[in-house]
Nanobody, 116 residues
């Protein structure tokens, strides 16, 4: 029932831009803390940007922006000035934690490749 679907990845040249979309069904993203993660082959998954208390990894500050469109139940990651080291699979994560329960959902990921 609950599904997060990332889209918008692809091949882009260094210096280019992409906007990733995380579309949710089965949950209302507006009440979740949403984060964008990325994972390159052979590396651990790392947090890139988070909503709630908006925060960014140092490596992407000034280049990436996380935003929401609650009417569309969607979260975006605008990525500008892309670098080859940004190449990774990008995942959307939605987390909710209360006294009585915790919920944690992941999307399937979308590939971002930055290369000439």
């Amino acid at each position: 029932q609950v599904q997060l679907v990332e889209s918008g990845g692809g091949l882009v040249q260094p210096g280019g831009s992409l906007r990733l979309t995380c579309a949710a069904s089965g949950i209302m993203l507006s009440i979740y803390d949403v984060g964008w993660y990325r994972q390159a082959p052979g590396k651990q998954r790392e947090l890139v940007a988070s909503s709630g208390i908006t925060n960014y990894a140092d490596s992407v500050k000034g280049r990436f922006t996380i935003s929401r469109d609650n009417a569309k139940n969607t979260v975006y990651l605008q990525m500008n000035s892309l670098k080859p080291e940004d190449t990774a699979v990008y995942y959307c994560n939605a987390v909710r934690s209360t006294i009585v329960g915790k919920w944690n959902y992941w999307g399937q990921g979308t590939q971002v490749t930055v290369s000439s």
